[in-house]
């Protein structure tokens, strides 16, 4: 009986030149995994009626408030300038105690920051005003 050890014929010793796919099959299992669980996380929320959009036509009265807001972020009371955000809060709280309160509208400029219209906003809000409304242009009909 003889016996071989080490010989360059041996099984043990070819070159194993198949890839080994168990680390990846590991992988995408673990992957399937968080997706499914995290799927029904994602899909989960509150039941809400969100409001349709609708296109009014602007009222205009005397007594409304016309507020226009430059893309600068200067604003402007009926075509005269407001130096800074105490005066334009000031008047309105002149104006937020007539009654039937006035409706403030505001017109922002295309090009202005959001930040210039949510300081005239903000400074409705802290003088009182109810009903503050947006002017915009409706969009080009094809």
């Known amino acids: 009986m003889a016996m071989s050890m ?3 014929d041996s099984d043990e010793d070819a070159v194993i030149s198949t890839i080994n796919t168990t680390p990846l099959v590991d992988v995408m299992l673990v992957l399937l995994i968080i997706f499914l669980i995290t799927i029904p996380i994602v899909t989960q929320s509150v039941a809400l009626k969100l409001p349709q959009e609708q296109n009014v036509p602007r009222q205009t009265k005397p007594e409304n408030i016309e507020l226009a807001v430059t893309k600068d972020g ?5 075509m005269q300038l407001i130096k800074d955000n105490d005066e334009l809060v000031n008047r309105l709280k002149n104006i937020a105690v007539i009654v039937p309160q006035p409706e403030v509208h505001i017109r922002g400029d295309l090009a202005g920051r959001y930040e210039f219209v949510g300081r005239v906003v903000f400074a409705a809000q802290r003088a009182g005003i109810q009903k503050i409304g947006f002017v915009t242009e409706p969009p080009p009909r094809n």
């Open 6 to 8: 080490g010989s360059a």
């Open 74 to 78: 200067d604003v402007y009371w009926a």
